[in-house]
């Protein structure tokens, strides 16, 4: 009796339409998911590669509105996120604001072909900033929020070596006339 129904079921043209048209969306489905690509990241996020490792970082600060002058030394571990998109650092300093710790991501964000890079410290302070790189240079620019003012900031990263690079950090009230706040370097352990 169940193979007669089954049969009958085969023959009947709307069921066996409906199931044939099942089958085929089916196939139509899996064809489409085996074409997806997984994303890739941007050429441009290789570069970042440069930044891998733990780095020791020592820095004159200038007395500024962001607080008194002095030695600053920390350091910086940087590793990629998985899928590659992104690299994260944990990072430590000590000087004359005291000692602290910051969480940094940078990335390459084609939407709007600039390097990001976001930091959060246990000051509370949050950097936002986005940069460009070009024969060995790092320009990043951002907005600085301090006393209840913004000022534009200016941090510039020139790599010396793969092992070492320069690096200079400006303010400016308008974005035309700068003043240098921090100056120092960054060595590769």
Known sequence: MAR???KSMLFNKPMFSLFLFTILTCAAVECAQAQMQAPQPAPETK????FIGSW?????????????GGKVTGTETWDWMDGHFFIVSHSTMSGAMGNGSGLSVMGYSSDESKYIYNEFDSMGQIENAR???ENGTW??????????QTMKGRYTAKEISPTSYSFKFELSPDGSSWTTVMEGTATKK
Do not use: C, Q
Not at 47 to 50: D, E, G, P, T, V
Not at 139 to 148: L, P
């Open 4 to 6: 007669i129904f089954r």
């Open 47 to 50: 570069n970042l590669a440069y």
């Open 56 to 68: 020791t970082v020592a820095g004159d600060l200038k007395p500024s509105p962001m607080g008194p």
């Open 131 to 133: 940069g460009t790189f």
């Open 139 to 148: 320009s990043w620019t951002s907005d600085e929020h301090m006393g209840g």
